[in-house]
């Protein structure tokens, strides 16, 4: 007797010793984005979702072993998405504003030009809507695609050219860069867009392709675009939602609820730090073009509201479109302009009505 319960506690023993060396597991990670790390977003991934999600795993039973391709090393800009679903990465930065079509209700933003320049009331809205309106939540999943959060918005997008801009006169036949929907932004005005992005601005204007480009001042000044587009002209475009992070959903699904709080509460962090001091590095951004030779100017309200009236209602067509193919365009559109209203924003054109 006494040695069976001799027995019996040692097996325990060894049971208890052995536990966490069975239980352990280290999670092979990949964190993929197409810009590089100088752009704040990937930074961002990099210096802080990724710290932060290895801190919330801290004594658990799993850890991650990361591997981070940025800039190219796995997937071109705009190619994230594909790179998840073809399970060569397993969370990432996903830019909705690339996938027009695909993650259409993200993009209600860039149909609705001449918003609010506070990027954090702009990120918080379209990150709250994902749960007011289930449909643009289902738009990832559609993607195998799990939105943890932590979107990130881009600050007051402004104009950058080869020449002098004060009216809408001076766009007439000019060719000019913008990312995706923000193409849009040109119609009617007289200028041809030229759909691009950060990774081809430079080149584009350098060689000719372009005359100008519609962007943001942070990235503008990392690109040292002030180099070949020294006319920099404020319009205040408005913030923009531009994306977020996720993660390939086959896979989140089949994770350890540990790991799924980790991934998710950690965009929270993701954030709050990207939100963190942008204002401080937006000042920063417009002092380095302005030392590098850039001539910053402020398009006069007159020529804002004159360039939002001459523009057709891209946000309205927007949504009707996509309400003939079952989407709630109209809900995002309405829904979207009316928290911007109870955030006192004075809009120069209310997209939401004909």
Same mark, same amino acid.
């Given at each position: 007797?006494?040695? $069976?319960?001799?027995?019996?506690?040692?097996?325990?023993?060894?049971?208890?010793?052995?536990?966490?060396?069975?239980?352990?597991?280290?999670?092979?990670?990949?964190?993929?984005?197409?810009?590089?790390?100088?752009?704040?977003?990937?930074?961002?991934?990099?210096?802080?979702?990724?710290?932060?999600?290895?801190?919330?795993?801290?004594?658990?039973?799993?850890?991650?072993?990361?591997?981070?391709?940025?800039?190219?090393?796995?997937?071109?800009?705009?190619?994230?998405?594909?790179?998840?679903?073809?399970?060569?990465?397993?969370?990432?930065?996903?830019?909705?504003?690339?996938?027009?079509?695909?993650?259409?209700?993200? $993009?209600?933003?860039?149909?609705?030009?001449?918003?609010?320049?506070?990027?954090?009331?702009?990120?918080?809205?379209?990150?709250?809507?994902?749960?007011?309106?289930?449909?643009?939540?289902?738009?990832?999943?559609?993607?195998?695609?799990?939105?943890?959060?932590?979107?990130?918005?881009?600050?007051?997008?402004?104009?950058?050219?080869?020449?002098?801009?004060?009216?809408?006169?001076?766009?007439?036949?000019?060719?000019?860069?913008?990312?995706?929907?923000?193409?849009?932004?040109?119609?009617?005005?007289?200028?041809?867009?030229?759909?691009?992005?950060?990774?081809?601005?430079?080149?584009?204007?350098?060689?000719?392709?372009?005359?100008?480009?519609?962007?943001?001042?942070?990235?503008?000044?990392?690109?040292?675009?002030?180099?070949?587009?020294?006319?920099?002209?404020?319009?205040?475009?408005?913030?923009?939602?531009?994306?977020?992070?996720?993660?390939?959903?086959?896979?989140?699904?089949?994770?350890?609820?540990?790991?799924?709080?980790?991934?998710?509460?950690?965009?929270?962090?993701?954030?709050?730090?990207?939100?963190?001091?942008?204002?401080?590095?937006?000042?920063?951004?417009?002092?380095?073009?302005?030392?590098?030779?850039?001539?910053?100017?402020?398009?006069?309200?007159?020529?804002?509201?004159?360039?939002?009236?001459?523009?057709? $209602?891209?946000?309205?067509?927007?949504?009707?479109?996509?309400?003939?193919?079952?989407?709630?365009?109209?809900?995002?559109?309405?829904?979207?302009?009316?928290?911007?209203?109870?955030?006192?924003?004075?809009?120069?054109?209310?997209?939401?009505?004909?």
């Amino acid at each position: 007797m006494r040695l $069976n319960t001799i027995l019996a506690s040692t097996s325990l023993a060894v049971a208890i010793s052995l536990a966490p060396a069975l239980h352990a597991e280290e999670l092979d990670v990949t964190a993929v984005a197409g810009h590089p790390p100088v752009f704040l977003w990937v930074n961002t991934l990099s210096e802080s979702y990724i710290p932060a999600v290895d801190a919330a795993l801290e004594g658990t039973d799993f850890s991650v072993n990361w591997t981070e391709a940025y800039g190219g090393t796995l997937a071109k800009v705009g190619g994230e998405r594909e790179a998840m679903e073809d399970g060569l990465a397993q969370v990432g930065i996903v830019s909705s504003l690339f996938e027009p079509s695909l993650l259409s209700l993200q $993009n209600v933003t860039y149909v609705t030009p001449f918003g609010s320049p506070d990027v954090d009331l702009v990120l918080s809205t379209v990150d709250g809507m994902h749960d007011e309106i289930p449909a643009m939540r289902k738009l990832w999943e559609d993607l195998d695609l799990e939105y943890l959060g932590g979107g990130f918005g881009l600050e007051d997008y402004l104009l950058m050219t080869t020449f002098p801009v004060t009216s809408l006169d001076d766009l007439q036949g000019r060719k000019i860069n913008a990312p995706g929907p923000a193409v849009n932004w040109l119609k009617d005005t007289g200028a041809v867009g030229v759909s691009g992005n950060l990774t081809t601005y430079y080149n584009d204007i350098q060689s000719g392709v372009a005359e100008g480009v519609i962007v943001f001042p942070t990235a503008a000044a990392a690109a040292k675009l002030h180099e070949v587009a020294p006319y920099v002209t404020r319009v205040h475009f408005g913030a923009q939602f531009a994306g977020g992070i996720v993660a390939q959903k086959s896979w989140f699904d089949e994770q350890d609820p540990v790991v799924q709080a980790a991934l998710r509460d950690s965009a929270d962090v993701f954030a709050a730090d990207y939100r963190l001091g942008l204002e401080t590095r937006v000042a920063g951004a417009f002092k380095a073009m302005e030392k590098g030779g850039a001539e910053i100017s402020e398009l006069s309200e007159g020529q804002r509201v004159a360039w939002a009236d001459a523009l057709p $209602n891209i946000a309205k067509d927007w949504a009707k479109d996509l309400d003939s193919k079952g989407l709630p365009g109209t809900e995002v559109l309405t829904t979207y302009i009316d928290h911007l209203k109870a955030a006192g924003v004075s809009l120069p054109r209310d997209w939401s009505v004909e």
